[in-house]
């Protein structure tokens, strides 16, 4: 009998930020493409910035993305104070270090226990999920509110933050607050631990391709800010050098650019990057939990991202509280800069992955030009190889097992598609 054509269609791909589309195709028993769409409108934000004085960049770029604003925010002030030869340090680093702490906490959370987690335990949502787990549930909740609050403490509100500014800070906690605030970080912890031992039991499919791994990498701590940027292939370049590396190409499927490593391809980006390349960076006891977890000190399931997302999320609750810890309000609540014409660059690392920003200034601080390069543009290629290795290895199972296994292969990014998108249509088509 002549085998009909099939076709898995997903009009709505729930548990991602954002919206897109993706097509796999499938003949005679193997793979013949797989386009990763996004569809997003232009939304012209390297535009806007032009004309805008330096100082405004960290409010308009945090306005990209309600749920990492805060990592739009230390990319551009890291990238001006860099053009104008400004050093913050101190415990006004600390800080920018502390709210990076209440990001993650809470994105992280978000992830693991909303958006990823239903996945691998068979419920459509969250919600469904919460009827049989309600108490992961609800703890899942509580952790991403104190993430939230902790951006308010330091940054004066939980979304879009408006306290951070080039240099430093509008205005620094008060030490009381800050010591009061420790006390929720304290059973954080417990539940980060909690949250650790929950996705270790989980089912992982067997599926672990090679990749090069990109993060900054710091000499003293695990990465958010500063460091230089280094690959698991030779990659060791200061952050200026971004450019000479990679590069941002169009594609006839995607108003999105796609990142790559200039002569190599695709490449990843985000927590297993980070963990890959900065394992010795964590706080011993995040070590531990890690390798309690199953992990070894390298990993290549990105399946497993949702252990790692959880070693993540005790970590920046262990920093926080030594940041606390250690904490002495500063005199002024930041270093004064004097405009000057001049090219600056930054990159911190988002929950999803590194974040760079390039600006072009002229002598009165107005801004001439903008680059900002985000994870999840230079994750769509891993993605789509990803695919293009997963469908084959797990070709028998049923359309609505695969389906349901590629939409899980796309969330192992957690991709911030809602920069651009707001849904992700999924069609695998067999001849």
Same mark, same amino acid.
């Given at each position: 009998m002549? #085998?009909?054509?099939?076709?898995? &269609? ?6 991602v930020?954002g #919206?897109?589309g993706?097509?796999? &195709? ?17 939304r ?14 960290p ?10 604003p805060?990592?739009?925010q230390?990319s ?5 104070e ?7 340090d101190?415990? %006004? ?7 990076y !702490?209440?990001?993650? /906490? #809470? ?7 909303? %958006?990823?987690?239903p996945?691998f ?12 787990? *309600?108490e992961?549930v609800?703890q899942? %909740? #509580? ?9 308010? %403490? ?8 408006i306290?951070?500014k080039?240099?430093g800070f ?6 009381k607050?800050?010591?009061?605030? =420790? ?7 417990g ?5 650790i ?17 990109? @993060? ?8 958010? !800010? ?7 292939k030779?990659?060791d370049? =200061? /952050?200026?050098?971004?450019?000479q590396y990679?590069?941002?190409q169009? $594609? ?10 200039k ?16 394992f ?9 939990a ?25 970590? =920046?609750?262990?920093? =926080?509280?030594? /940041?606390?810890e250690?904490?002495? +309000? *500063?005199? &002024? ?11 600056g !660059? ?17 002598? +009165? ?5 903008? &680059?900002?390069? *985000?994870?999840t @543009? +230079? ?5 789509e ?6 469908? *084959?290895?797990?070709?028998k ?5 695969l389906?349901?296994k590629?939409?899980?292969?796309i ?9 651009? !998108?707001?849904f992700?249509?999924?069609? $695998?088509?067999?001849?």
């Amino acid at each position: 009998m002549k #085998e009909k054509t099939k076709s898995i &269609k997903v009009d709505y791909l729930a548990r991602v930020e954002g #919206e897109g589309g993706l097509h796999v &195709k499938i003949k005679d028993g193997e793979v013949t493409d797989v386009k990763f769409n996004i569809f997003e409108p232009p939304r012209f934000f390297e535009a806007f910035l032009r004309g805008r004085m330096y100082t405004e960049a960290p409010d308009i770029t945090a306005r990209i993305c309600g749920i990492c604003p805060i990592a739009y925010q230390m990319s551009s002030v890291h990238a001006m104070e860099n053009a104008l030869g400004a050093k913050v340090d101190g415990q %006004l680093r600390a800080l920018r270090r502390l709210i990076y !702490c209440g990001e993650w /906490i #809470e994105s992280h959370a978000l992830h693991v226990y909303m %958006l990823h987690a239903p996945d691998f335990l068979g419920y459509e949502d969250a919600i469904l999920m919460a009827k049989d787990h *309600p108490e992961v549930v609800k703890q899942g %909740l #509580e952790l991403k509110k104190i993430g939230n609050e902790l951006v308010t %403490l330091v940054g004066g509100r939980e979304i879009h933050p408006i306290n951070v500014k080039v240099g430093g800070f509008y205005k620094t906690p008060d030490k009381k607050d800050l010591k009061k605030f =420790a006390k929720k970080l304290t059973w954080a912890q417990g539940a980060a631990h909690d949250m650790i031992n929950f996705v270790s039991k989980l089912k992982f499919p067997d599926f672990a391709p090679k990749y090069e791994y990109v @993060s900054l990498r710091h000499p003293d701590e695990y990465p958010f !800010c500063e460091g230089r940027i280094v690959s698991n292939k030779g990659i060791d370049i =200061a /952050i200026e050098e971004y450019e000479q590396y990679f590069e941002e190409q169009h $594609v006839r499927h995607s108003t999105s650019l796609h990142s790559s490593i200039k002569k190599r391809g695709a490449y990843s980006t985000g927590p297993m990057a980070r963990y890959n390349l900065n394992f010795d960076k964590l706080y011993p006891v995040a070590q531990e939990a890690a390798l309690k977890a199953g992990l070894k000190e390298k990993c290549d399931n990105p399946f497993k991202s949702i252990i790692v997302r959880s070693v993540e999320t005790l970590q =920046a609750i262990e920093d =926080a509280l030594k /940041i606390i810890e250690n904490y002495e +309000q *500063p005199e &002024k609540p930041s270093v004064e800069l004097t405009p000057k014409a001049s090219r600056g !660059c930054g990159c911190s690392e988002a929950p999803r992955g590194s974040l760079y920003h390039r600006y072009s200034l002229d002598d +009165q601080g107005l801004i001439l030009d903008a &680059k900002i390069v *985000p994870p999840t @543009s +230079q994750n769509q290629k891993i993605i789509e190889s990803d695919l293009w290795k997963f469908v *084959p290895k797990f070709m028998k199972l049923s359309h609505d097992e695969l389906t349901w296994k590629c939409e899980q292969v796309i969330r192992n990014y957690d991709p911030c598609i809602s920069c651009s !998108c707001h849904f992700l249509k999924l069609t $695998v088509e067999r001849e």
